[in-house]
């Protein structure tokens, strides 16, 4: 079941473990105006991406891209990493389903921990801002990346160096199964 909301707000999470505490510290810098990580991620050239290790077996890939149709959206799982996408500019959509409603396109590729999925009528829409942390599980089947066309998008105040809205800086730490203890 992913976890959805403001990072700020998902604060409690990261708590149980110097490891969970420190991604919790990365992810805080990567949004925090003025910060080196925040600065690094909004400076990655559009296109390109930026991996770095972040200890405890956790890395994360910093990168800017342009939204993309929906109708071009990549379905994807894990099963040994889960997914901490974190917003740090711009406004971009996910869609999000269980494995119960998709077609397997590719089997499970242990060397990328990656299942690819054919499309799927059975999502859901999210939106992702500025702020906003989206953390995927094993059994999450998500596409993201992806421009909505009716939606209003607002004019990006930082960084200067994004020409239209449609462009996102954004960080994916990849964490361990084994680091989480997910219960409710």
């Known amino acids: 079941m992913a976890i959805i909301g403001k990072l700020h707000s998902l604060g409690s999470l990261f708590g149980k473990t110097q490891d969970l505490q420190a991604l919790y510290t990365y992810l805080d810098n990567a949004i925090t105006p003025a910060h080196a990580i925040y600065e690094r991620i909004c400076s990655t050239p559009l296109g390109a991406e930026n991996k770095f290790d972040l200890g405890g077996g956790m890395f994360c890939i910093e990168q800017t891209y342009a939204l993309k149709d929906p109708n071009d959206a990549f379905y994807e799982s ?7 996408q974190l917003m740090v500019s711009g406004v971009e959509f996910f869609a999000i389903g269980d494995p119960a409603d998709f077609a397997i396109k590719s089997p499970y590729d242990p060397k990328k921990d990656l299942i690819v999925y054919e ?7 999210i939106r992702l801002d500025s702020g906003t942390l989206a953390i995927f599980f094993e059994t999450d089947i998500h596409a ?3 421009d909505m066309p009716d939606f209003e998008y607002p004019q990006p105040r930082q960084p ?3 020409a239209t809205p449609k462009i996102v800086s954004k960080s994916v730490v990849k964490v361990p ?3 989480i203890k997910h219960k409710l």
Do not use: V
């Open 78 to 84: 894990h099963q040994e990493y889960i997914d901490f």
């Open 119 to 125: 499309k799927s009528l059975q999502t859901s829409i």
């Open 144 to 146: 993201g990346g992806l």
């Open 160 to 162: 200067p160096h994004q």
């Open 177 to 179: 199964k084994s680091l």
